[in-house]
């Protein structure tokens, strides 16, 4: 007992805590008798003497520190292969748990600032629309009746259902009752009344007028709303797309001056963000403008706390802005400055394809060789389209084949698409009566000489020839006087006029060089932005034209096709004239179902396919820039640039779990 007191009981001293197990190792050490009733008497000892120092039996940390003391080699070893095994197996456990138990899920929080070359002016939807930095931020702070949906078609945001009159004619919009002001008060058909009103009144001047005119509203209830068409019109809803302000706010300001009104830039409306406040440079422009979520929102409060938006004079300040990280994102990124990002690795560059077609006009009546409907086809099958896309647009449009985009809910899949097939090219040609023939250097020597000595004798097609020189040349060739065997020759050439600059140049070029291949003379011309419109495009004077069409989210294009649109004052640039396709074009827009409208555009399209009277180039893309802490973007089309705001509320920063 003296050895137990002089060197166990010191050791034990020092322990809080122990376990009965830790003494197994003591009776190895021959502190005990050999007898069995000894061992048990020293043993019923050795506990009591143990439990007056500690009465758990869950070793403390202090304890196991002292584990190596008490353990032999062989035990240690086991120990360890245990703990490694433990921790492997709890690893492994909560691994698994987490991928099939636990999901990622927005948390509230962040901050969002996008840059943008310009600044805001009238922050109002009914001058918004003149401005894509207005647009885009009425997007966030208003709501409408409905918004545009990906496939093009109406969805519904403040309208919570609406009935169509049998005749097509009368709306009614019901409205959702949870909707309200961002300082409070509920949003009512009367607020809806006020901004229709106000976009039809001549006195506020808005850019939206025209579109509404013909149309007449009335307030059924509070929450319900008739307007009353003068003819009926399919897409209708599409135009019931304004931010929508309030009465309150607004019914103490006179029309005349509403565009100078404060409101203007400090805003009230009932959309997913609020406006908090802006700051001035030194010249009193806008700088800044900041945007705080609205928790009140009635399709829940946004993730994101706050979207600041930064301005600036020109797009190489707003790059620099994106590469030094002062901002989170770009709301317009030329593509030819797509190669100035540096920090390409942190962002995503989002491409949409807005609803803008690059076209090639045929106008057959400045050139009768184009009146031929094979002619057209040919040349619409040696138009390098993913040629032009890939070296002109750097690979940022989509080949289109239509007048109704990829993107529409009525685009025809099954067109006829003749994409860049020569070989077909020179067949049709062929069929038309073309045929190639090659003129020598020498004829056009001798043909000089004729015209130096007697320019009076030359025939129209010499003079044709003098003009083109030598090379392979796609002739027709027509009997005048079968008895004299009079032949009349005809050279196949065509002039391209197109908006001179850098883009046009070289798709002009790259069509004109293919076209040459043909065997076809191509001369182009090019015409600054001040005499396209009064001396090219309003009097027809082109034979070909390659300009730019805005189309619309809508497939109703019956502005740009229908034969009363042709003319100097119309839009069909094309001249193109079709009872059919006019009959096509009348009934998409006034057709009760979607099914319908569908079923007409596509039989439009086909016609369109089979006449060629133009040529679909591509829609080039629309690049917005974010870096890649902005979670839950997902558009793939947008029809306007503010349309990237669509499902705002549902982007995120911050991030948490949650068990399934």
């Known amino acids: 007992m003296d050895l137990l007191k002089s060197k166990i009981l010191p050791f034990f001293s020092k322990l809080k805590k122990t376990s009965i197990g830790l003494f197994s190792p003591i009776k190895k050490l021959g502190f005990f008798s050999q007898n069995k009733k000894t061992d048990l008497v020293s043993e019923e000892i050795d506990k009591k003497l143990v439990y007056s120092l500690s009465k758990t039996r869950i070793p403390s940390w ?17 120990l360890r292969f245990f703990l490694i095994l433990f921790f492997l197996s709890g690893g492994f456990w909560t691994i698994n748990f987490a991928r099939t138990n636990l999901i990622t899920t927005p948390a509230f929080g962040g901050e969002y600032i996008e840059a943008a070359v310009g600044a805001p002016q009238h922050v109002n939807p009914l001058y ?27 969805v519904n945001d403040l309208a919570s259902s609406y009935e169509v009159s049998p005749d097509g004619k009368t709306y009614t919009v019901k409205l959702r009752d949870d909707a309200h002001w961002h300082s409070g008060g509920d949003l009512t058909a009367t607020d809806v009344l006020f901004t229709f009103n106000a976009i039809k009144d001549p006195a506020y001047n808005s850019p939206l007028r025209q579109s509404l005119s013909g149309i007449e509203a009335e307030v059924k209830d509070d929450f319900t709303i008739k307007f009353t068409l003068s003819e009926k019109y399919s897409p209708f809803l599409n135009l019931l797309t304004f931010g929508i302000i309030p009465l309150e706010k607004w019914k103490n300001i006179a029309p005349s001056s509403a565009s100078l009104a404060q409101l203007n830039l400090d805003p009230e409306g009932s959309g997913p963000y609020k406006f908090k406040s802006l700051a001035k440079g030194r010249d009193g422009s806008i700088r800044s403008y900041s945007l705080t ?18 301005f600036y004079g020109d797009i190489t300040q707003a790059i620099a802005a994106l590469n030094n990280g002062d901002v989170s994102g770009l709301n317009y990124l030329p593509r030819e400055e797509e190669k100035n990002l540096i920090a390409k690795n942190s962002v995503i560059i989002n491409k949409f394809s807005l609803p803008q077609m690059k076209v090639v006009f045929f106008n057959s009546g400045n050139n009768p060789a184009l009146k031929d409907a094979k002619v057209r086809q040919a040349l619409s099958c040696a138009v390098p389209r993913a040629d032009i896309i890939t070296t002109v647009l750097d690979g940022n449009g989509q080949a289109v084949y239509g007048p109704i985009l990829p993107s529409s809910f009525a685009y025809n899949e ?30 056009i020597a001798s043909l000089e000489r004729k015209a130096s000595t007697s320019p009076t004798l030359l025939a129209d097609n010499e003079k044709t020839l003098l003009s083109f020189g030598s090379g392979d040349w796609l002739v027709k060739e027509e009997v005048i006087d079968k008895v004299k065997k009079t032949v009349k020759k005809t050279f196949l050439a065509v002039k391209i006029s197109y908006l001179d600059d850098q883009e046009n140049s070289q798709v002009a070029e790259a069509i004109a060089l293919q076209w040459g291949k043909l065997g076809i003379n191509v001369s182009l011309n090019s015409v600054s932005s001040g005499q396209l419109q009064s001396a090219v495009i309003k009097p027809r004077a082109y034979e070909i034209l390659l300009f730019g069409q ?8 019956y502005a740009f096709w229908h034969s009363s649109q042709a003319g100097k004052n119309g839009l069909n640039l094309s001249d193109y004239r079709s009872e059919e396709a006019d009959r ?40 917005y820039v974010q870096n890649k802490k902005i979670k839950n973007f997902s558009l793939k089309n947008i029809f306007t640039p503010a349309d990237r705001f669509n499902g705002v509320s549902q982007w995120y920063i911050k991030s948490g779990w949650k068990i399934k």
């Open 414 to 443: 099954n067109l006829d698409k003749c994409d860049f097939d020569f070989g077909r090219a020179e067949t049709v040609l062929g069929e038309a009566g073309w045929k190639k023939v090659f003129v020598s250097a020498e004829e």
């Open 584 to 623: 096509a074009l009348e009934e998409g827009r006034t057709a009760s179902t979607t099914e319908g409208r569908l079923s007409d555009y596509s039989r439009f399209q086909e016609l369109i396919a089979k006449d060629t009277p133009a040529v679909f180039l591509y829609s080039p893309y629309y690049l």
């Open 62 to 78: 202090c304890q196991l520190r002292h584990l190596d003391k008490v353990l032999n080699r062989q035990e240690k070893l086991g």
């Open 293 to 310: 979520a609205n928790r009140d929102y009635y399709s829940g409060r946004p993730n994101i706390k706050k979207i600041l938006f930064k």
């Open 550 to 557: 805005q189309v619309g989210s809508d497939p109703d294009v």
């Open 128 to 154: 918004a629309s003149a401005n894509d930095i207005d647009a885009d931020l009425s997007r966030l702070i208003f709501s409408s009746l409905f918004y545009i949906g990906e496939d093009g078609l109406p």
